[in-house]
């Protein structure tokens, strides 16, 4: 493969964002145990700074269950528009690295460093400008991971948090992802998981070696999918690498949500960087739509219709959490995803004024 064939892609990872963010605003914190999340009877923990994962605190983990595992800890909700603030640099120091970013959520992001053939060399040196340039100017920490790809660059980011920085070369895919438990490949929650190793598929190498018609036979076409993770294939490509007709967000969580809490402050969260999105790229959007998954897999969408365009980050959050109270079933079942989602979208040449923003 030549080397303008091969692409360097990045992952930035804040470390344990928002208990960081709380940390630097309040230096009390520091070397606390600080635990940011739901903090009602059903609350799941969001962030866990790292004084609070020596308790063996971790994100996703009930509140009810940190607070006997940790009953010193401060525990304190979300503050989104701070963290906002804060991600809104972050990104604005991405986007002065490269054209193409794409971000994920406030504390993470991929951005494509392939420039005009750079070297790895090359790009690892732009990735680690824009670790020490995060530092800088937010005084925060960040991991980054730079790779060929998607998968295997979030891979890369989470190898030595906090404030790694890892470069995975194309030589040395295999020996990486090789010792990696089944569960880092993208795709595999608790279920698949016990399905592959019920087949003795304990390690990415087991993956990747395995007879391919058994893993058709087991996953049907995601088997496909699984395999080539196994051998560090993806070919999915970022966000801004293409002219999308839609603009949307969403995030699998590794565990069920199930406080309406903390559903509508993700929905909330999603529907402003879809509107970020779209008034960087000029748009103005028409539809605005939500996207759930059960924990049966069972997958639903609910979508209204404006009459006029809007990029108004207020008027899309706003409905999208009218959709989620109105047109969406919750109960303690809980949710796996959530998605937000903007379409029918046109160049925001004229732009009128929304009537309540």
Known sequence: MSRDAVRRIAHLDMDAFYAAVE?????TLRSKPVIVGGLGPRGVVSTASYEARAYGIQSAMPTAAARKACPSGVYLRPRFSRYREISDRVIAILRAASPIVEPISLDEAFLDLTGSGRSLEEAAAVARGIKERVRSETSLTCSVGLASNRFLAKLASEFEKPDGFTVIAPDDVRDFLDPLPVERIWGVGRVTERRLTGLGLLRIRDVRLAPAGLLTREFGAMGRRLQALARGEDDTPLSGETEARTISREVTYSYDLTDPVDVELEIRDLARLVAD????????????????????????????????????????ERLAVHLLHDRVSLDERGLRLIGVGVGLLSEATARQLPLFE
């Open 277 to 316: 999105r779209l008034r960087a790229e000029s748009l103005l959007c028409r539809t605005v739509r939500i996207k759930i998954r059960y924990p049966d897999f069972r997958t639903i969408t609910r979508q209204v219709r404006l009459v006029v365009g809007t990029d108004a980050p207020g008027m899309i």
């Open 23 to 27: 940390q630097l605003d309040d230096p």
